[in-house]
Nanobody
Framework: QVQLVESGGGLVQAGGSLRLSCAAS??????????MGWFRQAPGKEREFVASITWNKGRTYYANAVKGRFTISRDNDNHTVDLQMNMLGPEDTAVYYCATEKSPFSEQIHGLTSAVGYWGQGTQVTVSS
């Protein structure tokens, strides 16, 4: 079993910044061999991919809507993955979910939501105009 706990959400004005963090744990979960990612779900919309980073930090993927504004990073020693969000707009308002791939050494979640193995409980981000 894998536990993913997000933090850092909140209310921010348009143009502002927030940093989300996700802490991963699990007795048999080897964080450093799994791609990690962030998804979001706005009210009335489907959950969508935001960003992901491979196990060795070698590659990052971003949704077009956040490219140039959001940066994903990870700390394999502390088992955390962060999402720095800059130049936020009302369209970024959503519940943000941390996620991990189902399989180690795999990088599919940027194009295939069904490749997600575990989800966090989500953290609300609200951007006021």
């Amino acid at each position: 079993q894998v536990q993913l706990v997000e933090s850092g959400g909140g209310l921010v004005q348009a143009g502002g910044s927030l940093r989300l963090s996700c802490a991963a744990s699990g007795r048999t979960f080897t964080f450093s061999i799994y791609t990690m990612g962030w998804f979001r779900q706005a009210p009335g919309k489907e959950r969508e991919f935001v960003a992901s980073i491979t196990w060795n930090k070698g590659r990052t993927y971003y949704a077009n809507a956040v490219k140039g504004r959001f940066t994903i990073s990870r700390d394999n020693d502390n088992h955390t993955v962060d999402l720095q969000m800059n130049m936020l707009g009302p369209e970024d308002t959503a519940v943000y979910y941390c996620a991990t791939e189902k399989s180690p050494f795999s990088e599919q979640i940027h194009g295939l939501t069904s490749a997600v193995g575990y989800w966090g409980q989500g953290t609300q981000v609200t951007v006021s105009s």
